[in-house]
């Protein structure tokens, strides 16, 4: 148990179907992260919110839209996605401050396959 | 630019032999460095961080790694390896000061088998 917690961890959808995935961490955080792991590439930072204001956006196509409605809870919004979409997404949290190096602490992950 | 290459895609160990699994990086900075392991169908767990302090680092199940700057590595070792240690690793190294908060690059992962 990390005290990040990812739901749901599989998700089946269709091309034209719309979901969510929600991520609520239990550490007294003040930053939020969605990462992607596809098969064989390094894991990509998708978006950043720290202080619940998104600092990091890494050109993520605008089918993924992420929502942090406070600094315990962040949600990546999926819409209209494609096959290659498919992959493991992790959120992830951290203390963070000035010039800080912290941990950063990752959830388990939600597998999602785009048919 | 930061960087980390992960020299082994894939290390195969016999149960109770030691392992090595290799990491270069490349910063501009003096750089925070982790590993994190990820077993099958798991997410990321942190097994150490260097920060600037000892430049042995002890973790968690019997695992350490060295921070050598001359040789700008921070390889993971491990005595004896068990079974449960099959699993994959990933090398990462900070972002510097100033820049995104916590923004981690991640090497491409060694996958550690570990035969009976």
């Not at chain 2, 600037?52 to 050598?68: D, M, P, W």
Request: with cysteine; glycine share 6%.
């Amino acid at each position: 148990e990390t005290g990040v917690t990812q739901t749901p961890r599989h998700l089946v959808m269709g091309m034209t179907n719309k979901k969510s995935l929600k991520c609520e961490q239990h550490l007294g955080h003040n930053a939020m992260y969605w990462y992607k792991q596809s098969a064989k590439k390094p894991l990509e930072l998708m978006f950043v919110y720290s202080l619940e204001e998104r600092v990091e956006n890494n050109s993520v196509p605008s089918r993924f839209s992420p929502e942090c409605p406070n600094s315990s809870h962040l949600f990546l919004h999926l819409h209209t996605l494609q096959p290659e979409d498919s992959a493991l997404y992790l959120c992830a949290s951290s203390q963070e401050s000035m010039g800080a190096r912290n941990t950063i602490y990752f959830g388990e992950g939600s597998w999602l396959t785009v048919v | 630019a930061q960087s980390v290459t992960q020299l082994d895609s894939h290390v195969s160990v016999s149960e109770g032999t030691p392992v090595l699994l290799r990491c270069n990086y490349s910063s501009s900075y003096s750089p925070s460095l982790f590993w994190y392991v990820q077993h099958p169908n798991k997410g990321l767990q942190l097994l150490l961080k260097y920060t600037s302090a000892a430049t042995l680092v002890k973790g968690i199940n019997g695992f350490e790694a060295e921070f050598k700057k001359s040789e700008t590595s921070f390889h993971l070792t491990k005595p004896s390896a068990h079974m449960s240690d099959a699993a994959e690793y990933f090398c990462v190294v900070s972002d510097p000061p100033g820049g995104s908060q916590g923004n981690l690059i991640f090497g491409k992962g060694t996958k550690l088998s570990v035969k009976p």
